[in-house]
Each structure stands twice: as structure tokens, then as C-alpha cells.
Nanobody, 128 residues
């Protein structure tokens, strides 16, 4: 009932920037929170950033300590899209990045199993 499509990944040198996009369709009005997660080989999927999506709620954003000051999450209701602006990229940022949506306002932004909808992921590779 909610479809998410990520785009914007690619290969970039350390110190460079990328902007990821997540386009939502279907019952977007049911979404409360949107999050970005990433998974590197041999590691668990981890939250990168999250933002409240519902127009009935105030704006709240959350960031993992590893990306604070470098990444920015934002939303555009007109385009049904959430963005992740990634600056000062490091090789350790290399991972598959996933967009996710959670309809439950009582859910926890950092718990990936509480998100109901997921995109297919987009690869981000940062070379040293």
C-alpha cells in the first residue's frame, strides 16, 4: 500500500557529496515517520537518520552519531519525497542505503523492525 523507491547512489571520492532521494507512492498519508538505514557487508542494518512525515505532526529529525554534522534529512510533501544530503563522505559510509516508512507514531525511529515499508536500496561507495 506504500511503495518506496530510492535513487541517487553511486561512487564518490572521500570528502565528496551525494543526495539520496526516496519517492513514496500509494497511501503516503498513512506514514508517520520516514527513515534512512544502511547496511555494510558483515554488519547489521543501522539507522542513519529519521524524520516525521505526517503533516499533522511537528517536524522532528534524528541522526546517528556517526553522521551528525555531515548528513541532513529533509522532506518535500509536494513531491512525496524524502532526501538524505550526504556531505564530507568517508569510506566507512560505504553501504547499501535503504528508505523506510513507519505508520505508527509510537514506534521507535532506530528500530528497523518497526518500519512497515522498505525500498530496494541504493548503493553508496566512497573511495579513499
Amino acid at each position: 500500500q506504500v511503495q518506496l523507491v530510492e535513487s541517487g547512489g553511486g561512487l564518490v571520492q572521500a570528502g565528496g557529496s551525494l543526495r539520496l532521494s526516496c519517492a513514496a507512492s500509494g497511501r503516503t498519508y498513512s506514514i508517520y515517520r520516514m527513515g534512512w538505514f544502511r547496511q555494510a557487508p558483515g554488519k547489521e542494518r543501522e539507522v542513519v537518520a529519521a524524520i516525521t512525515w505526517s503533516g499533522l505532526s511537528g517536524l522532528s529529525t534524528f541522526y546517528a552519531d556517526s553522521v551528525k554534522g555531515r548528513f541532513t534529512i529533509s522532506r518535500d510533501y509536494a513531491k512525496n519525497t524524502v532526501y538524505l544530503q550526504m556531505n564530507s563522505l568517508k569510506p566507512e559510509d560505504t553501504a547499501v542505503y535503504y528508505c523506510a516508512a513507519d505508520p505508527d507514531p509510537s514506534g521507535h525511529y532506530y528500530r528497523n523492525h518497526e518500519y512497515d515499508y522498505w525500498g530496494q536500496g541504493t548503493q553508496v561507495t566512497v573511495s579513499s
